[in-house]
């Protein structure tokens, strides 16, 4: 005999795992049911997502932006 621990989502007629189980099509299961808090990500701020990138840039970049875009549109040709 087979047991598993799966997760699976119920779309309110059937539960759906959202693996593959390890049984042949049309086996009769037992099933508990316990319903799971969803998994939250913590989310980041701008900030860090912006801090984490870690861009090679001027320290003047962001007050200068425009001659340092200008710039870039010229080594490219446009």
Request: charged residues 30%; hydrophobic residues 35%; aromatic residues 4%.
């Amino acid at each position: 005999m087979v047991t598993q621990t799966v997760e699976a989502i119920y779309d309110g007629k059937v539960l759906r795992p959202k693996k593959r189980l390890a049984i042949k099509p049309n086996t009769p299961v037992q099933l508990t049911i316990r319903a799971v808090e969803p998994k939250t990500k913590k989310k980041k701020s701008a900030l860090k997502v912006i801090e984490s990138l870690k861009v090679d840039a001027p320290a003047n970049w962001s007050e200068d932006i425009e001659t340092y875009l200008q710039a870039q549109k010229r080594s490219h040709g446009s």
